[in-house]
């Protein structure tokens, strides 16, 4: 146990749907991070949130939407995805988040998702 | 872009010491270099984290040469649960960009 909890576990969705992953910390964080991981791939950093305010947006399409509504919770809403969005979706927390912080990320058991 | 390169796989055995070298040719003076384990269908964790000469905790030791140009993740005396992909990362938290990590499997 990391100290990060995700759910689903596994989360397969049509097309059409809308769902959401859901990610708490109870580490007492305030940082906190969605990464994507497909299979043979490298892990792509997603969104990044220090203190509720988000900081880091790579290029991600809007049909995935991140939502932080504290420092202990964090959401990301999923809406008319593709098949090539399946994957693993981590969810991380940090103490801090900034220029020269190298805190130790925490990283939860993540959402195996998968889009038919 | 990935910042490091590591081999893509390893092989060794029970009870030997494994060495992952990691190269970073440009580490920037404000980069940290940081080590992860993941197991399959788990989240990456935490095993190392340092920024020159050596570093030892209770599961591996990281050595970090005088141009910081590369390191070496350390693990002694490797068992079979030690199989998982291991991730060197450098850069500040705020651009921290993951490679493809090494494969290691160590054999009975």
């Known amino acids: 146990e990391t100290g990060v909890t995700q759910t689903p576990r596994h989360l397969v969705m049509g097309m059409t749907n809308k769902k959401s992953l859901k990610c708490e910390q109870h580490l007492g964080h305030n940082a906190m991070y969605w990464y994507k991981q497909s299979a043979k791939k490298p892990l792509e950093l997603m969104f990044v949130y220090s203190l509720e305010e988000r900081v880091e947006n790579n290029s991600v399409p809007s049909r995935f939407s991140p939502e932080c509504p504290n420092s202990s919770h964090l959401f990301l809403h999923l809406h008319t995805l593709q098949p090539e969005d399946s994957a693993l979706y981590l969810c991380?927390?940090?103490?801090?988040?900034?220029?020269?912080?190298?805190?130790?990320?925490?990283f939860g058991p993540g959402t195996r998702l998968t889009v038919l | 872009l990935a910042k490091t390169t590591q081999p893509i796989s390893m092989d060794s055995y029970e009870g030997q010491e494994v060495n992952i070298t990691c190269s970073h040719n440009n580490i920037a003076t404000n980069d940290y270099i940081t080590w992860y384990q993941q197991f399959p269908s788990q989240g990456p964790r935490f095993i190392i984290q340092?920024?020159?000469?050596?570093v030892t905790n209770e599961v591996a030791s990281l050595f970090i040469p005088a141009d910081r140009k590369s390191s070496t993740l350390s693990l002694p005396r490797v068992s079979l649960s030690d199989t998982a992909v291991y991730y060197c990362?450098?850069?500040?938290?705020?651009?921290?960009?993951w490679g493809a990590g090494t494969k290691l499997i160590i054999k009975p």
């Open positions: 991380a927390s940090s103490r801090l988040k900034g220029r020269g912080s190298t805190d130790t990320q925490y």
């Open positions: 340092g920024y020159k000469t050596k």
């Open positions: 990362l450098v850069g500040d938290d705020y651009q921290l960009i």
